[in-house]
């Protein structure tokens, strides 16, 4: 197709295909989040070939390629992707690892304008805009440019009521997920969530991560920083405190100080709003009751 649109965590985002561009085929991940809305947050034209950076950009971020393998971080490739600047231009210079094609691509953008361009360096006839990792990276800077919060967490929603459970790999979100889904809860990820503030308080998102996701959403009731422990126990925790925790487990980019201070301000509106507690769990069904019970 040479154009689509895409519905993720409430951005409307639209693809189109420049006259020398690739055909546009959207990966099975983000199927269920094509909508028909021509309107649009963000409008990405995309082009073959490739881009050749300002002399004069800097690159403010860098990320290697890791991958786990059995729980250990394994450094496969430094060549992944990268985030350079030039004066208010911003461009995300990437490959795709898990692309069978040898394709890279750069975007290029701006956080004060909501019409971006990318270039597909490759040789096939058509191509997903959104390969890994550019999907993450457009959702985060979406995040950006809205003042939204993208975290490491799972969700679920549970009579009305929506529980966040985050923290770092290990501490639990998925068996957290699992447990609630058995308890007859609707999970809205296991994984990574977009938390934005609504008219009435705040709302999580899923984003597409498997093939399988469909777009999710729920209030945001309360929010947990989770780990594992003998006995389950859940402290309250407020302000700063509170602040510090949920900005650890959130995705982000700390090269710029104005996005730096935009996410704190976003993070410590939401802890104003949102009760935040610390709980430690015993990973065994009891968990549920205790915390509705908890109030």
């Given at each position: 197709?040479?154009?689509?649109?895409l519905?993720?965590?409430?951005?409307?985002?639209?693809?189109e295909?420049?006259?020398?561009?690739?055909d546009?085929?959207?990966?099975?991940?983000?199927?269920?989040?094509?909508c028909?809305?021509?309107e649009?947050?963000?409008?990405?034209?995309?082009?073959?070939?490739?881009?050749?950076?300002?002399?004069?950009?800097?690159?403010?971020?860098?990320a290697?390629?890791?991958?786990?393998?059995?729980g250990?971080?394994?450094h496969?490739?430094?060549?992944?992707?990268s985030?350079?600047?030039?004066?208010?231009?911003?461009?995300?210079?990437s490959?795709?690892?898990l692309?069978?094609?040898?394709?890279?691509?750069?975007?290029?953008f701006?956080?004060?304008?909501?019409?971006?361009?990318?270039w597909?360096d490759?040789?096939?006839?058509?191509?997903?805009?959104?390969e890994y990792?550019?999907?993450g990276?457009?959702?985060?800077?979406?995040?950006?440019l809205?003042?939204?919060?993208m975290?490491?967490?799972?969700?679920?929603?549970?009579?009305?009521?929506?529980?966040l459970?985050?923290?770092?790999?290990?501490?639990?979100?998925?068996?957290?997920?699992?447990?609630?889904e058995?308890?007859?809860?609707?999970?809205?990820?296991d994984?990574?969530?977009?938390i934005?503030?609504?008219?009435?308080?705040?709302?999580?998102?899923?984003?597409p991560?498997?093939?399988?996701?469909?777009p999710?959403?729920?209030?945001?009731?309360?929010?947990?920083?989770?780990?594992?422990?003998?006995?389950?126990?859940?402290?309250?925790?407020?302000?700063?405190?509170?602040?510090?925790?949920?900005?650890?487990?959130c995705?982000?980019?700390?090269?710029g100080?104005?996005?730096?201070?935009?996410?704190?301000s976003?993070?410590?509106?939401?802890?104003?709003?949102?009760?935040?507690?610390?709980?430690?769990f015993?990973?065994e069904?009891s968990?549920t009751?205790?915390?509705i019970?908890?109030g």
């Amino acid at each position: 197709m040479r154009n689509y649109s895409l519905n993720i965590a409430g951005y409307k985002i639209r693809f189109e295909s420049a006259d020398n561009g690739p055909d546009l085929v959207p990966s099975e991940r983000f199927l269920r989040n094509i909508c028909n809305s021509c309107e649009y947050d963000v409008l990405i034209r995309v082009r073959y070939g490739s881009y050749k950076l300002p002399d004069e950009a800097i690159r403010v971020f860098h990320a290697p390629f890791v991958e786990e393998i059995n729980g250990t971080p394994v450094h496969q490739k430094d060549n992944f992707w990268s985030v350079w600047k030039h004066d208010q231009e911003l461009f995300i210079k990437s490959v795709f690892p898990l692309c069978q094609d040898d394709l890279g691509a750069i975007l290029k953008f701006s956080l004060g304008t909501r019409e971006w361009d990318m270039w597909i360096d490759c040789n096939v006839k058509e191509a997903d805009p959104l390969e890994y990792p550019l999907d993450g990276l457009l959702l985060y800077y979406l995040t950006v440019l809205h003042g939204d919060i993208m975290i490491h967490a799972s969700g679920v929603n549970h009579n009305g009521s929506g529980y966040l459970f985050s923290g770092i790999s290990g501490k639990g979100k998925t068996t957290m997920a699992g447990l609630w889904e058995n308890y007859g809860a609707k999970v809205i990820h296991d994984d990574r969530l977009i938390i934005r503030k609504t008219g009435d308080g705040y709302r999580m998102y899923n984003t597409p991560v498997y093939n399988n996701d469909v777009p999710l959403e729920s209030p945001l009731t309360k929010l947990f920083i989770i780990d594992h422990a003998n006995e389950n126990s859940i402290v309250s925790i407020k302000g700063a405190v509170a602040a510090s925790l949920v900005m650890a487990n959130c995705i982000q980019h700390n090269w710029g100080s104005e996005i730096i201070a935009g996410l704190l301000s976003s993070v410590a509106s939401l802890c104003e709003t949102v009760p935040v507690r610390k709980l430690y769990f015993k990973p065994e069904k009891s968990i549920t009751d205790y915390i509705i019970n908890y109030g």
